[in-house]
């Protein structure tokens, strides 16, 4: 099933358990603002026993983003343990590319610690977790998360878009390193429906127009920078991946790669392999119970069961 993750995340409608008794949902508030356009995402709390602490849940499945593929089911596991649940929408393929993507994630950050008291959850204990490019983008955050500045405007942007810990299905994590050294996923090299995600363009300011990248280091350097492994510091959050090793459209390779190199920095990582398993499988949602597990280990310093 090799695109199972995508009617998963995205293609197929499901039912959620929107169960009042169980939680509450705030839909669709405003986050940022790109070209015109509204950033949204829709926080679920649990309505009672909220322990104080939140976990972001990256709507996205081959950097597809949409209101649709938000399903209360998938929080379950984090809502019954106490986390609010902030779902975020970003900028969607093909409209915008993965460098724009990444930025919407940066701001959904920034703006759930802006306004954690409001949500009542530490801003210095959040989570973040998605499956396939949401995994991606939650390592991007993960390992790349930036500082705040202290002099802007926007109180939002003073906020830094660092996380505490990650908790993620097949992410995408070197595409300069693609199933072996050296292979690389540059401008256009995905196959469709996921090439318009990178089909890079920059703006020339005096002619007014985009131009696509087609100098292969520019390419490079646009696809280095959105790749989570050559992010990983010191400061890296405490991260779990979980992947199947029959994956065909994102290696195993990716999660091995990354865990080993936040190992080499002396950082938290742990890999969990599915044998047989490609992307996506019959009984992926109980392994959402394990990122619960990982969130509460390193969020709410609960010793490992």
Known sequence: MPRAWLGWLLLVPMVAAEDAATFTREKDILYGRKYGLALTLDVFRPAKGANGLGVIFVVSGGWFSKETAINADFYEPFLKRGYTVFAVLHGSQPKFTVPEIVDDLHRAVRWVKANAKTYN???????????????????????????????????????????????????????????????????????????????????????????????KDRQREIMKAVSPATHVSDRTAACLLIHGDRDKLVPLQQSELFVNKVKEVKGTAKLVVREGAEHGWLTIVADLELFADWFDEHLAGKKPG
Do not use: C
């Open 121 to 215: 959850v530490d801003p210095d204990r959040l989570g973040i977790t998605g499956a396939s490019a949401g995994g991606h983008l939650s390592l991007m955050m993960a390992a790349g998360g930036k500082d705040g500045d202290a002099k802007a405007a926007d109180p939002v942007e003073r906020q830094s878009s660092r996380v505490k810990a990650a908790a993620v299905f097949f992410p995408p994590t070197d595409f300069l390193n693609w199933g072996k050294p050296g292979v690389e996923m540059l401008a256009r090299s995905f196959q469709p429906p996921f090439t318009a995600a990178v089909d890079l363009r920059e703006f020339d300011a005096k002619k007014a127009l985009y131009f696509p990248v087609e100098d």
